[in-house]
Antibody, heavy 112, light 109 residues
Framework: EVQLVESGGGLVQPGGSLRLSCSAS????????MHWVRQAPGKGLEYVSAISSNGGSTYYADSVKGRFTISRDNSKNTLYLQMSSLRAEDTAAYYC?????WGQGTLVTVSS | EIVLTQSPATLSLSPGERATLSCRASQSVSSYLAWYQQKPGQAPRLLIY???NRATGIPARFSGSGSGTDFTLTISSLEPEDFAVYYC???????????FGQGTRLEIK
């Protein structure tokens, strides 16, 4: 069974940084592209970033390009999202996604 | 970028009635489409994947159909716990990009 467990969320001031992690199990992590998706309070789902199976290709939504960096460690079955220059509008639940499987999410709040 | 358009935005029905939700893609996504249910404070719950396959543990009253650009989620007889927001989601293998519909809110009439 696919399991995705996000961690690393919390309260951060505007302009600050945070690194999210997603620990994966139940499948061959190194064989799959992975994604980050977010949902601001009361809003819909928004694609944030994707990374190819070997980490060689990455993709970003325009709203986070230049501020967020997606990466992965296939030896640790872990996906990361390094977030910097955070803004109030980045406040959201962040989900790790593989194909149709989602984690439970980690909440990021950007506020002074 | 593939755009998914869900309709209606809000659907007001009573328990026991049939619900039909639509998701239209701006270009063909083959059968790479899923439906999710989301309740307040919870993560999206996978209902249907690859357009018509029910996920593990999902009741038979939920069904999905369609391919290409037009997809439908049908709930044959609404139960009280079915009132929630529903999203469609498409993915492409390469590049690995995903998009979502804006959601349909299913509310009790």
């Amino acid at each position: 069974e696919v399991q995705l467990v996000e961690s690393g969320g919390g309260l951060v001031q505007p302009g600050g940084s945070l690194r999210l992690s997603c620990s994966a199990s139940g499948f061959t992590f190194s064989s799959y592209a992975m994604h980050w998706v977010r949902q601001a309070p009361g809003k819909g789902l928004e694609y944030v970033s994707a990374i190819s199976s070997n980490g060689g290709s990455t993709y970003y939504a325009d709203s986070v390009k230049g501020r967020f960096t997606i990466s992965r460690d296939n030896s640790k079955n872990t996906l990361y999202l390094q977030m910097s220059s955070l803004r109030a509008e980045d406040t959201a639940a962040y989900y790790c996604v593989k194909d149709w499987s989602w984690g439970q999410g980690t909440l990021v709040t950007v506020s002074s | 970028e593939i755009v998914l358009t869900q309709s209606p935005a809000t659907l007001s029905l009573s328990p026991g009635e049939r619900a039909t939700l639509s998701c239209r893609a701006s270009q063909s996504v083959s059968s790479y489409l899923a439906w999710y249910q989301q309740k307040p404070g919870q993560a999206p719950r996978l209902l249907i994947y690859d357009a018509s396959n029910r996920a593990t543990g999902i009741p038979a009253r939920f069904s999905g159909s369609g391919s290409g650009t037009d997809f439908t989620l049908t709930i044959s007889s609404l139960e009280p716990e079915d009132f929630a927001v529903y999203y469609c989601h498409q993915r492409s293998n390469w590049p690995p990009l995903i998009t979502f519909g804006q959601g349909t809110r299913l509310e009790i009439k």
